[in-house]
């Protein structure tokens, strides 16, 4: 099926220390949205974006919707042991001028590991 | 308000049955989607309905299916089941307000096949 790509597949850094991931598609998206996913749980949205060039911050996640809107990026700063999980893009595909459609395409995930 | 919820949450089942799993959306939210979520796969999107209607498919084989209701809990069900459905099946409820649009997950019925 299709998938955004996402960069990196894995971190693994010291508590404290920035995070940066990224998203990109050939199709362009009309909402970003970021999602964290702990084990056996589903995922839990983070930031949701709605317009090309738009920045948004929720504590210590900043997110940014990219000008082509095919791309997104999600930065943590200062990582906490809770920050541990597998985070997930997803573009909401803009079909025939209408946004309406609830199918979300997903990015494959960045599993991030923090060091205390 | 509570948030999305699916039963079961753990399911074992054996080729060639079927299963149905149910979602109950966040109160107010219209619409559903389903997904299947797989360590190869990702997680790749079944279908949505709104107002009882299939507004969305995606690219699975018949023998998966869904409804809603008129309440906007759904049902999903698997028919013939095969050792590959193995997998966590997520449902979302969205609720979409001027340009704002945000989906929200369930904890997922995991679903294993023998």
């Known amino acids: 099926g299709q998938q955004l790509n996402q960069s990196p597949q894995s971190m693994f850094i010291q508590e404290g220390e920035d995070v940066s991931m990224n998203c990109t598609s050939s199709?362009?998206?009309?909402?970003w949205l970021w999602y964290k996913q702990d084990p056996g749980e589903g995922p839990v949205l983070l930031i949701a974006?709605?317009?090309?060039?738009e920045l948004t911050s929720n504590g210590r996640l900043t997110a940014q919707f990219g000008i082509t809107r095919k791309d997104s990026f999600l930065n943590i700063s200062a990582s906490i042991p809770s920050d541990v999980g597998i985070y997930f893009c997803a573009g909401q595909l803009f079909q025939d001028g209408s946004s309406n459609t609830g199918k979300l395409i997903f990015g494959q995930g960045t599993t991030l590991q923090v060091k205390p | 308000k509570a948030g999305v919820t699916q039963t079961p949450r753990y399911l074992i089942k054996t080729r060639g049955q079927q299963v149905t799993l149910s979602c109950s959306p966040i109160s107010g939210h219209r619409s559903v989607s389903w997904y299947q979520q797989t360590p190869g796969q990702g997680l790749q999107f079944l279908f949505e309905y709104f107002s009882e209607t299939q507004r969305n498919k995606g690219n699975f084989p018949g023998r998966f299916s869904g409804r809603q209701f008129s309440n906007s809990r759904s049902e999903m069900n698997v028919s013939t089941l095969e050792l590959g459905d193995s997998a966590l099946y997520l449902c979302a409820s969205s609720l979409r307000t001027g340009v704002s649009y945000e989906q929200y997950f369930g904890p997922g019925t995991r679903l294993t096949v023998t």
């Open positions: 974006l709605y317009k090309a060039g």
């Open positions: 199709s362009i998206f009309n909402t």
